[in-house]
């Protein structure tokens, strides 16, 4: 909880309007906006992914200081989650609004039986057992917000191409393109499973050409550095890190090991064995469902060495800074990237990935060994039951080859690109 500045109730009650509106600061971005007119609005400005925003509290004294720290406590963990709190009001607000158009059309005498959202809710149960509880979750929120206030009411069997594609382009309106498509194509698979299930006769989707009438998505390459120099100046700004020492640990040990994002923010020290060298990721938390194997070179050991007395007794590597329950944020280590002056263009946390690609094939690596440890899914499903131990020797010595030149690089030794990989 944040550091409070304002001792009580009182010097709120009787702070008097100014000239101009002025705040009163709570600690933590909480605090208290005085209007020229005498109302005092209770406001909180936090940043969410690299922008600052602003979330309103409500208004004193039907917000009490108790009450509007509570919900800044509240409204921090979200944040901490990843989840932006003024979107996450939003959603909300649609959603109730969705429910209350739903309950008139109810009343109106609309049928709701195999209506739309009847059999897509189906569909996502079914669907659930197959996906993780973040994924299955993020699907419903999307229906929720996007799809039901539209399409829900009506009969699954009764929708028509173009009741779905003017759904489709207000999400498309508001920029979100990605979403549109995954939208189109898990709408289209409610409608495969209504046909499957005897509710409907045909899909509506199928006469809706993506490629003709929607907005094409425009893949970007994540952002990151290859160049050697430019490598070894953003390792020695780890180094240098000023913020949070959990962070400047995730911050120097993600380029060693180059896992996603995600996988590096829920390790778990029983996961690791420091002695063996190894990070043994299991096939859950991993975006290809099967379980991986990170060699650890001497310097992800001393990282995690180092770490260990700090957070060791808990069960993540990284935990929030608010709560040793949950993992660090996703966008902590990304938020330090842009507190070190290194832009959302320049590298991101999924950034190290692409970066140890790119150079570890110019250092004359076998694609193969590169691929495996980058844990890139296998088309092959018997051959991936066996992925996590595949060219293990390899890949032991290209993590500690790799970490060596990374540490060359930040070291700021001239290094000869001299291709000694794998190829001996």
């Not at 990721?281 to 379980?291: G, N, R, Y």
């Not at 993590?399 to 001996?424: F, H, T």
Request: a positive charge; charged letters at 30%; proline letters at 4%.
């Amino acid at each position: 909880m944040a550091k409070h500045l304002i001792t009580s109730d009182i010097s709120i009650r009787t702070a008097k309007p100014k000239g101009k509106a002025y705040r009163i600061s709570d600690g933590g971005g909480l605090y208290l906006l005085v209007q020229k007119s005498g109302a005092k609005w209770w406001r909180l400005d936090y940043a969410f992914e690299g922008k600052r925003k602003t979330l309103s509290l409500g208004v004193y004294p039907k917000v009490t200081l108790k009450m509007a720290r509570a919900v800044a406590d509240k409204a921090g963990k979200t944040i901490a989650d990843g989840i932006d709190p003024s979107s996450q009001r939003k959603d909300k607000k649609e959603a109730e609004a969705a429910a209350i158009e739903r309950e008139k059309r109810l009343k109106a005498g609309v049928a709701l039986q195999d209506s739309f959202e009847e059999v897509a809710r189906a569909w996502h149960e079914n669907r659930s057992v197959k996906l993780s509880e973040k994924h299955a979750g993020r699907i419903l929120h999307q229906f929720i917000k996007d799809v039901f206030p539209w399409l829900g009411h009506i009969h699954v069997g009764e929708i028509e191409a173009p009741e779905v594609l003017e759904m489709l382009r207000r999400v498309e309106s508001r920029g979100a393109i990605e979403t549109t498509h995954r939208i189109k194509a898990n709408v289209s698979r409610v409608f495969s499973y209504a046909i499957a299930t005897g509710k409907a006769k045909r899909n509506p989707c199928e006469d809706i050409k993506s490629e003709d009438v929607l907005t094409p998505v425009v893949h970007k390459r994540m952002a990151t550095i290859t160049d050697p120099k430019r490598v070894g100046e953003l390792l020695r700004a780890m180094v240098d890190y000023k913020g949070s020492f959990i962070t400047r640990c995730a911050l120097q040990l993600a380029p060693y090991v180059f896992v996603r994002p995600g996988e590096l923010r829920h390790a778990e020290w029983i996961e690791l064995d420091l002695d063996a060298a190894e990070w043994r990721i299991p096939a859950h938390k991993m975006k290809v469902k099967e379980k991986h194997i990170v060699p650890l070179s001497s310097q992800a050991v001393a990282v995690l060495l180092e770490l260990q007395p700090l957070t060791g007794s808990g069960k993540h590597v990284f935990p929030s800074m608010r709560s040793g329950s949950r993992p660090m944020s996703e966008n902590t280590v990304n938020a330090a990237l842009r507190r070190m002056g290194y832009e959302k263009s320049e590298i991101c946390g999924h950034g190290f990935r692409a970066m140890a690609s790119t150079l570890l094939h110019e250092r004359g690596w076998k694609s193969d060994v590169i691929e495996r440890q980058l844990a890139h899914r296998e088309t092959n499903k018997v051959k991936a039951a066996y992925n996590h131990a595949q060219h293990m020797p390899e890949r032991k010595k290209m993590m500690q080859e790799w970490a060596n030149y990374l540490d060359e690089l930040r070291d700021g030794a001239q290094v000869i690109p001299i291709y000694v990989g794998a190829k001996g």
